[in-house]
């Protein structure tokens, strides 16, 4: 499988997330002044949450956990959230101290044994696939982590869309007035991959059963897709 990527090595790839982690901190879009913005992210992490039905008993990990804003929303299930950058962790510890969730600084490509030891009722990995070198890695090692009955949520840009919306702003000379400190192209910057439902679904295909889609905020107007998957009937029970 072909994906689109940028000149990044494997030895330079985390020092390259973390600078991007501090260059666009994917925390400020749910503080977000522009009320557009702030409406996508939350309801992004509702739709989350909605689907993945969280119970008292459950095991929940977040790959990516990022600066906790999905982590922060739920009062269920015991919590774990990884995520390779320093900086995003950091603020996910003060923005979670109030909570009893387990963060660990992993790699969303190679689990840690203390990760992969425990199978998960619910996954969640949201806007993370498309920043990683290697994204069908990312949905093996999810493969690893879960039985028959779990439920896992991921959730991707519709990148080009969102470029051609991108280019309308630019071209009437009001882009950066209305999203200051957002790059006028993602895949150029962040973005390893420019992700869409297609691709999501080609990465999990023969892995993962989708369940349900959500588009973000409409049908048609997707700059998110939400989507839910069961694991396949092969998948062991633990």
Known sequence: ??????????????????????????????????????????????????LLKIEDSDEVIEIGCGAGNILEKINKGRLVGIDLSDFLLEMAKKKLKDKKVY?????????????KNKKYDKVI???????????????????KIIHSKSTIVISVPNEGFINKLKQIFIKLKIFFFFFPNISK??????????FDLALLRKITQGKLKIEKIKPIPFWFFPIRYVVKFKPLCSTRSF
Not at 103 to 115: C, F, M, R, S, Y
Not at 126 to 137: T, Y
Not at 185 to 194: A, R, V
């Open 1 to 50: 499988m072909k994906f689109k990527m940028n000149n990044i090595n494997k030895e330079n790839f985390e020092q390259w997330n973390e600078k991007m982690a501090r260059k666009y901190n994917p925390d400020t879009y749910h503080s977000s002044s522009n009320l557009f913005i702030k409406h996508i992210e939350n309801q992004r992490v509702k739709s989350i949450l909605d």
């Open 103 to 115: 963060l660990l600084k992993a790699n969303a490509e190679d689990l840690p044994q203390e990760i």
């Open 125 to 143: 990995c949201s806007e993370v696939i498309e920043h990683v070198q290697c994204p069908h890695k990312v949905i093996d090692e999810i493969s």
């Open 185 to 194: 192209k993602m895949d150029n910057e962040w973005h390893l991959h420019s």
